[in-house]
């Protein structure tokens, strides 16, 4: 199996902020990588494809960079709406598998 | 849009079976585009692919679980379902639906999930 990693484990920022998170795959899975969004109690939802591409209806404040192993999720400019945790999926191979996530909380 | 709504009992008893179904509303089941998939998650932890069920009948599940899971379909009724037997305390999760876009492999929309407990 393809082992994903997430870093920092969780970030404590305030709204306005420049987040970053990074994710790791353990092999190269060219861009076969999404981002997800998921709130306490609700469903992942999918914010990034292909690594960069964005989904529709999420805001251009949200970016995803990388291939290879190395992956990067941006927010801009941290809104109240995005305090949740997120993680990030590999698409290359099965059993397709998700990092640990990232918590993004108040500060 | 497409809605997916999953449903079934809250409690498991160890050593039975688990049983839930996938409602999807908004658009047909049979799709050569998408396929339909089933994940889980453990109160406070990530998120485990269950496995995924195209309507053509073709299924991949997660080798931690294959031994123990089907999936399957009911074009009649829009639905799909997932099945896991000889369920333990582990299996005690969350547990989602979601559409798969084919040849892509990531997932939305998703079912808002649903909780089953595996006690006595």
């Known amino acids: 199996d393809i082992q994903m990693t997430q870093s920092p484990s969780s970030v404590s920022a305030s709204v306005g902020d420049r987040v970053t998170i990074t994710c790791q795959a353990s092999r190269g899975i060219s861009s076969w990588l999404a981002w997800y969004q998921q709130k306490p109690g609700k469903a992942p939802k999918l914010l990034i494809y292909g690594a960069s591409t964005l989904q529709s209806g999420v805001p251009s404040r949200f970016s995803g960079s990388g291939s290879g192993t190395d992956f990067t999720l941006t927010i801009s400019s941290l809104q109240p709406e995005d305090f949740a945790s997120y993680y990030c999926q590999q698409a290359d191979s099965f059993p397709f598998t998700f990092g640990p996530g990232t918590k993004v909380d108040i500060k | 849009q497409v809605q997916l709504q999953e449903s079934g009992p809250g409690l498991v008893q160890p050593s039975q079976t688990l049983s839930l179904t996938c409602t999807v509303s908004g658009d047909s089941i049979t799709s050569d585009t998408y396929y339909w998939t089933w994940f889980r998650q453990p109160a406070g932890k990530g998120l485990e692919w269950i496995g995924r069920?195209?309507?053509?009948?073709?299924?991949n599940y997660n080798p931690s679980l294959r031994s123990r899971v089907t999936i399957s379909v009911d074009t009649s009724k829009n639905q799909f379902s997932l099945k896991l037997n000889s369920v333990t305390a582990a299996d005690t999760a969350v547990y989602f639906c979601?559409?798969?876009?084919?040849?892509?492999?990531?997932?939305?929309?998703w079912g808002q999930g649903t909780l089953v407990t595996v006690s006595s």
């Open positions: 069920l195209y309507t053509s009948g073709t299924t």
């Open positions: 979601a559409r798969g876009r084919s040849s892509q492999d990531w997932f939305d929309p």
